[in-house]
């Protein structure tokens, strides 16, 4: 081959792994920053054995017509969820409709060329959703939505608005110096990306290993942007992860006795990076690995993939 040949290819490697790299937390965040399936098939889960992982993932199937008609004979809306399978705020959707049993499709959209959301003619980003018809962007708008329509008025309690500020201005931005923190840690979650996402075999092993290379090095600056201390990344999580443990107090859950908005949108957010290094770090150095477990069990996660 010649180099002029070479130089397109390597400008579209180097290209695909920036994108991909960025994909969990840089295409996925809300344009105004305030926001940086399902059954249970429809997750990927990932479970530690030593550092290394072994990513389980089962491809929804749409729901079945006899589902879909109980959702609608129940007042649940139709929902298609356009998505990236380890997008935090993603993942925050996926867990608030499965909690509250609204069946709903996923389109899994390819970070490069984005060709599943090529019929939305500015929003670019995910998640977005398609809500009996109607478009629908980023994460607390769709959840916000969805609950207007089954009646669910917690959107509009103090106590759920100000933990959701926090879990998108606060607990988010200390996830991306942290999974991109070593070299083994980005490797660690580009590879989870890779394998989980909707991605041809060539953006499979670009993401995976330039990806990884990318966004150790553009972590640090995300580190610097957020004013997390060289060093102190753990600590700021586990800072973080406190607020919330310190809120809970005694409850089982911020919500009482059941889960509310903000236990599913905070669970919700960890969920994505379940099995990565940084989360179990997390549950093993701060006090968070009772509520964590219980969310696990109300959520229905516990019980693995379908």
């Known amino acids: 081959p010649t180099a002029s040949s070479i130089r397109p290819a390597l400008a579209a490697a180097c290209s695909a792994a920036l994108l991909l790299g960025f994909a969990l937390f840089l295409s996925q965040s809300q344009p105004s920053d305030t926001s940086l399936t399902s059954s249970l098939s429809g997750r990927a889960n990932f479970r530690a054995r030593g550092t290394s992982l072994r990513p389980i993932l089962a491809k929804r199937s749409p729901p079945s017509a ?8 129940a007042g649940a809306p139709s929902v298609t969820l356009y998505q990236f399978q380890t997008c935090p705020f993603c993942s925050k959707v996926r867990t608030y409709l499965d909690y509250k049993k609204i069946p709903f499709e996923v389109v899994e959209v390819n970070p490069v060329t984005k060709s599943e959301i090529k019929w939305s003619d500015t929003y670019k980003k995910v998640p977005i959703a398609k809500i ?66 909707n991605y041809d075999l060539f953006q499979k092993i670009t993401s995976e290993y330039l ?96």
């Not at 006899?66 to 004979?73: F, K, N, T």
């Open 66 to 73: 006899a589902a879909a008609a109980a959702g609608a004979a």
């Open 132 to 197: 009996n018809g109607e478009q629908i962007n980023e994460s607390a708008n769709i959840i916000r939505h969805v609950a207007d329509i089954i009646g669910d008025g917690q959107a509009k309690d103090n106590s759920v608005k100000e933990w959701s500020e926090w879990l998108d201005m606060k607990l988010v931005k200390t996830l991306p110096p942290n999974i991109y923190r070593t070299p083994g840690e980005a490797l660690e979650a580009t590879g989870v990306i890779a394998k989980t996402g």
């Open 211 to 306: 990806g990884a290379a990318a966004m150790f090095f553009i972590s640090k600056k995300m580190r610097d942007k957020y004013g997390i201390t060289e060093g102190q990344e753990r600590e700021a999580l586990y800072a973080e992860v406190g607020k919330w443990v310190d809120g809970l107090g005694d409850k089982q859950f911020m919500g009482g006795n059941q889960p509310n908005m903000a236990d599913l949108e905070v669970f919700g957010v960890l969920e994505s990076v379940a099995g990565m290094s940084t989360s179990n770090d997390m549950l093993q150095n701060t006090k968070i690995s009772s509520w964590y477990n219980r969310m696990r069990e109300a959520t229905g996660r516990a019980a693995g993939p379908a």
